[in-house]
């Protein structure tokens, strides 16, 4: 049997739009698995991206916000397959900023 990182359903949990990282950081806040914390602030991040991509979509370029959200809807089904695969690999250089940035939801 694979080793199944303690925290694995709460990771998974975090990937569910649009809450699903709040409700997986409340699970996570008593047991504390890295491996939840991990993927909890990359889904943050993922999340803050997905807004931008709002926000230019609708004050700056349709086009431009529409080809944000594609990627960033790309990177969010990427991220959640690591997370399913027990992997703490996410975005090139984003996710390793997002660890450094989102202490706060440690």
């Known amino acids: 049997m694979k ?3 303690a925290g694995k359903s709460t990771s998974l949990i975090a990937y569910a739009p649009f809450v699903g990282f709040i409700i997986a950081y409340f699970f996570n806040r008593e047991e504390n698995h890295p491996f939840a914390t991990w993927h909890i602030k990359n889904m943050f991040g993922l999340t803050l991206m997905f807004i931008v991509s709002l926000v230019i979509q609708a004050q700056v370029d349709v086009t431009v916000g529409d080809i ?17 695969f027990n992997k703490r690999k996410g975005i ?6 997002f660890q450094e940035w989102f ?3 440690n």
């Open 3 to 5: 080793n199944i990182p």
């Open 68 to 84: 944000i959200w594609l990627i960033c809807l790309l990177l969010w089904l990427f991220s959640w397959a690591m997370a399913f």
């Open 92 to 97: 090139p250089f984003l996710s390793e900023k």
């Open 103 to 105: 202490t706060f939801l």
